[in-house]
């Protein structure tokens, strides 16, 4: 195979989808802030250094960058590089933005990219670490199909379900939407989870009913067996990120001029929950708070006594490292 694949962002899901593209027969160059990261990949076989020195050598470059102004101020430094270059770019350039961006964003550095010959598509992940370690990410594509088709290869070494959805900004529009349904799922599991605990009902027990139920998701099948109810809280998925995401979604809503107010519901939840979490708390440690919250109101039993009770879901951790007292 032997293309050549420049890869910026070397976080917790860019350093295993570039090992994966080592794996496929890629050779990668490798970009990123984190010297540990860029190690690990150079162990493996990849390249590293800064984006000048191989950027004339790769026929893509793949973005896996936190935010959508970090990314526009990437693609603003290939531009700059290529253009005030006299050194021919010897390969026709595409670049694939796998990072959560803005839609409009992204539609705009389509735009902005095409004077040079730069091709672009956006291509949001879903799936989280565990499925970009094995490979079996969703990919969701925007941009032209001519586009597409050039990099559905490539892409088809990290995810096993990849799909062109539509016009350039398409992809991050469904991951924005995407995120923001999971993490209204997720916050309603919490509450709903605790509420069926303080009744007395065992939640692995609420679980494995909900899941043979209409009121099933993702949150219930996945998240809490692996991550809450076993106290983990590793998904690898930051609360800080997802309220990104959410963020970005309660905007899209308002931007439409949609006449909903659940978007900012969720939004402000979330957000609450950043406040009194650790910096680097996981997104399910959403349960945490909602556990804090729901427990501090109190509810009442059939007797009219209030019952704060709590165990091995309740999240009660609201000591040191847990969540900090109201």
């Known amino acids: ?93 595409m670049i694939i933005d796998m990072s959560s961006s803005y839609p409009t964003d992204t539609k705009e550095n389509s735009n902005k990219l095409e004077p040079y010959n730069i091709g672009f598509v956006d291509a949001p992940v879903s799936g989280g670490v565990k499925k970009a370690v094995d490979g079996t990410l969703t990919i969701m594509a925007g941009g032209s199909a001519e586009h597409f088709e050039k990099c559905k290869r490539l892409l088809g070494a ?30 309603a599991s919490c509450e709903a989870v605790q509420l069926l605990e303080n009744f007395g009902v065992e939640p692995e027990k609420a679980i494995n009913v909900i899941n043979q139920s209409t009121g099933r998701s993702g949150s219930t099948e996945y998240k809490f067996p692996n991550f809450i109810l ?18 970005m979604a309660n905007q899209l809503f308002k ?12 939004y402000q939840k979330f957000s609450e929950a950043s406040n009194v979490l650790d910096k680097e708390a996981d997104h399910t440690e959403i349960n945490k ?15 009219n006594e209030k019952i ?6 309740s999240g009660n951790d609201v000591r040191p490292g847990g969540v900090r007292q109201f």
């Not at 704060?308 to 879901?313: A, K, P």
């Open 1 to 93: 195979m032997n293309e050549n694949i420049g890869f910026i962002g070397l976080g917790k899901m860019g350093l295993p989808m570039a090992k994966n593209l080592l794996k496929n027969g890629y050779n990668v160059f490798g970009a990123d802030v984190s010297e540990n990261a860029l190690e690990e990949l150079q162990a493996l076989g990849g390249n590293t250094g800064s984006m000048e020195d191989w950027i004339r050598k790769v026929e893509y470059i793949v973005l896996m960058l936190p935010s959508s102004a970090i990314v526009n101020k990437v693609l603003e430094d290939i531009i700059d590089e290529i253009s005030s270059s006299t050194q021919k770019h010897q390969n026709s350039l």
């Open 158 to 187: 990290m995810g096993s379900s990849i799909s062109l959805v539509g016009p350039s900004g398409s992809g991050h529009l469904i991951k924005a939407i995407n995120n923001y349904l999971s993490a209204t799922h997720l916050l």
């Open 289 to 303: 708070f909602v556990s804090a919250y729901l427990l501090k109101r109190g509810i009442l039993n059939e007797e």
């Open 308 to 313: 704060v009770s709590g165990g091995s879901c």
């Open 255 to 266: 931007d439409a001029g949609a006449a909903t107010s659940l978007p900012q519901m969720i």
């Open 230 to 247: 076993t106290e983990a809280y590793n998904s690898g998925f930051s609360l800080e990120l997802i309220k990104k995401d959410i963020g």
